[in-house]
């Protein structure tokens, strides 16, 4: 072996060992175990797909997964609409742009136990704002548990994240940046009006930075459960149980290993598809 | 040229109030918890601007006696600054390797760090909480440094390597001229010019170590080795009473990731674009 490439190995070992370590061990390890009974107190075994027929009859998980497909779908278009409506809006240099860019990143960089917190506290029905709000503006004998209440748990969660595209818009926001100025006054010169030069020309060159900024919104349904944790909990009931939090509960709570790897598997796998569907509508990597 | 001014005023409405809703939702709910950090239980159920009984610190005081805040702090600079140094060191070293030498591994190898963005971490919740137990690393800081180091290899890995690329090969050959070695190369030529890519994936690796959440509940227990959003937790169950202090304690975790953003934000937003981007 040359010195240069025993450096090579060296230089990349560290790397490969950690990554393999917590990684590759954790995938073969959540595949492998997904086909087997194994909870905290009896041995290991195989049982095929029972684990994957027992997480599909259960209303527990077809909640989650429901509720899991949902929040991506709501994420791709709604979330991902936001943001790029703010890059549009902000990518004109005004006095505001700066300004409103900083505040809109300030949710992205909390950590999210804080903000599900800072949430939990906006909808308390005791002090918080939105209540006293609502109550302030007219209805006078308003009072909602949002978090709490059946019907209104949901859209408390959902906005938690929604409005929050502040990645979406740096995307969107990178790639306006590099279309030449050209364009546009050519635009103005034709005597297109502002809303025609972002629907007709912006939109469309900002094909990529919007699947890309679509995948990252879906997947990162799949990640969320410290939000949970820390306002609904999945509940009341399981209205807003998601697969995070079903496998975390599975596993911590119940101690069924076995089942909790299965829905990990079932996670992974939705992860995947996202991105196939997502990258087959933008048709990425191609030219615009 | 006369621009027509009609088409353009008509969006600006919309556009305006869009973006104060914006505005007001993203930092809102913040300045009212810091507004409500330092006020009575009683100020805060009654909702008022004022401060009848001027600014409360006590809160900040009750915080620290309630949860063991100050340990968890400890916890959590030890961490982050350990997460922060070893993912920079290790990939910094794999990033070089790879976006200048050709060998045979090279693309699978690349591949393989790029894997980890296609995997969500709650998949990974209990094969690490099996193999850190396994390796004696439960509730043991170490257990949480490994795991942030390598959750932050694809996109520091990606950030590096795109960086290498752009310093120009000349230096390295001129240094090998010159009689210097591999390691020596590496460690006096290359690393200073890649100062800009230290910081962006060091600030996403610094974000990621102190926000943590899951993992830190998963894979600790006690006090002995949780970190700061975990604290908080502990406010939302055990002690949901003192409001104050619960603020308080919000404002706590949030504040150091807030300043090292306004301090850095260029490099975060760099970090953020060049991190969802991939491979």
Same mark, same amino acid.
């Given at each position: ?107 992205? *960089? ?68 590099? *279309? ?30 919007? !699947?890309? !900024? ?24 399981? /209205? ?12 911590? /709570? ?20 996202? *991105? ?13 | ?10 969006? #600006? ?35 008022? %601007?004022? %401060? ?8 900040? @005081? ?45 693309? %699978?190898?690349?591949? %393989? ?12 919740? #209990? ?29 520091? @890995? ?78 939302? =169950?055990?002690?949901? =009473? ?26 975060? @937003? ?10």
């Amino acid at each position: 072996m040359t010195i240069k490439k025993r450096w090579i190995v060296i230089f990349l070992f560290p790397g490969i060992l950690l990554f393999s370590f917590v990684y590759l061990a954790s995938i073969v390890n959540v595949f492998g175990t997904s086909f087997t009974t194994w909870r905290i107190t009896q041995a290991i075994s195989f049982n095929g797909v029972g684990n994957y027929f027992t997480l599909f009859v259960s209303d527990k998980f077809q909640k989650a997964l429901g509720n899991s497909l949902i929040w991506i779908i709501l994420q791709s278009t709604v979330h991902v609409a936001i943001g790029i409506v703010f890059a549009l809006i902000t990518s004109r240099k005004k006095w505001y742009s700066t300004f409103s860019k900083t505040v809109f990143m300030l949710p992205n *960089i909390l950590s999210s136990a804080a903000l599900g917190m800072l949430f939990y506290n906006v909808f308390n029905p005791m002090y918080g704002p939105v209540n006293k709000i609502i109550q302030f503006f007219g209805n006078k004998n308003f009072n909602v548990n949002w978090y709490a209440n059946a019907d209104t748990a949901f859209f408390a969660v959902t906005m938690t994240w929604l409005p929050f595209a502040a990645i979406i818009a740096i995307l969107a926001a990178a790639e306006l940046a590099a *279309i030449s100025d050209d364009i546009f006054e050519a635009a103005v010169i034709d005597g297109a009006s502002e809303f025609q030069i972002n629907w007709r020309i912006k939109l469309p060159l900002l094909k990529n930075a919007i !699947g890309t !900024g679509t995948i990252l919104a879906a997947t990162s349904m799949l990640q969320k459960m410290d939000i949970l944790i820390m306002t609904s909990n999945g509940g009341p009931g399981n /209205q807003t149980m998601n697969l995070p939090l079903l496998i975390y509960l599975t596993a911590m /709570q119940d101690n069924n290993f076995g089942l909790a790897n299965a829905c990990g598997v079932i996670l992974i796998l939705i992860g995947l598809a996202s *991105i196939g569907i997502i990258n087959k509508i933008y048709r990425m990597n191609e030219t615009v | 040229m006369k621009t027509k001014k009609s088409p353009a005023s008509l969006l #600006l409405i919309p556009a305006g109030i869009f973006l104060v809703l914006i505005i007001l939702i993203s930092i809102g709910p913040f300045l009212w918890v810091l507004l409500s950090s330092v006020k009575t239980n009683r100020e805060i159920l009654t909702f008022s %601007f004022r %401060f009848t009984n001027g600014v409360h610190w006590q809160n900040y @005081v009750n915080a620290f006696k309630i949860a063991p805040i100050v340990r968890y702090f400890q916890n959590s600079v030890f961490i982050t600054i350990m997460g922060v140094l070893l993912n920079l060191t290790v990939m910094s070293m794999a990033a070089y390797v790879l976006s200048r030498f050709s060998f045979r591994l090279r693309n %699978f190898i690349r591949a %393989f760090f790029a894997m980890g963005l296609l995997i969500p971490g709650a998949a990974l919740l #209990l094969p690490l909480y099996t193999s850190i137990k396994a390796v004696g690393l439960y509730n043991n800081v170490w257990g949480l440094i490994v795991v942030y180091t390598a959750f932050g290899i694809p996109v520091s @890995v990606f950030i590096m390597s795109s960086y290498f690329l752009t310093i120009p090969k000349e230096m390295e050959e001129s240094a090998y001229i010159d009689g210097a070695g591999f390691l020596k190369t590496f460690a006096i030529i290359i690393l200073p010019l890649a100062r800009p890519a230290f910081a962006t994936a060091g600030i996403m690796q610094f974000l990621l170590c102190w926000n943590e959440f899951q993992f830190a509940l998963t894979l600790t227990t006690g006090h002995d080795a949780r970190t700061l959003p975990v604290a908080l937790y502990y406010f939302k =169950s055990a002690f949901a =009473s003192d409001y104050g202090a619960m603020f308080a304690a919000i404002v706590l975790v949030s504040l150091p990731s807030i300043i090292v953003y306004s301090l850095l934000q260029k490099q975060v @937003v760099s970090g953020l674009a060049a991190g969802s981007v991939k491979g």
